[in-house]
């Protein structure tokens, strides 16, 4: 992932990407699904290379996931953000029981608001400098669908 601008919009891509950090990223994500932690999906037309990737981190205790996606700029604008989202929603209500989805966004990505609404999330809030991101504290924007939410 050699895209500074796709790196910037992400809470824990780094820039410039390492060697070796896709592999590493592979191998925590293959550990964290066989500990019940995460679940992800790399994002790819059929024959395709990957172009971008949809993850949720559980919080069994509370019912509810968080969703995270990144594409790459060219598979940006024609709706595969937005369908990915809808499918991993619907597989954290559907097959895993879960009563919320979370989503947070950088309030600079107002795109990435515009996917989650489509998808069908309400939008609960800015939250001011949540969290530091190159080290700059960075507000994030809300969003959430619960299990009986329209879809």
Known sequence: MQDAEVARNTLSIPW??????????IAAE?????AGKRATWGLAEQDAPLFGVIGLRFRPAHQLAEIGYWLAREA??????????RLAVAWAFDAMGLHRVEAHHFVENPAS?????????????????????????????SYAILRDDPR
């Open 16 to 25: 410039p990407y390492p060697e070796g950090a896709a592999a590493a990223f």
């Open 30 to 34: 293959r550990e964290a699904w066989r």
């Open 76 to 85: 940006w604008g024609r709706g595969h953000a937005t369908a990915a989202v």
């Open 113 to 141: 608001g515009r996917v989650l609404a489509k998808a069908g999330f309400s939008m609960e809030g800015r939250r001011r400098g949540a969290v530091w991101r190159d080290g700059v504290p960075r507000d994030l924007v």
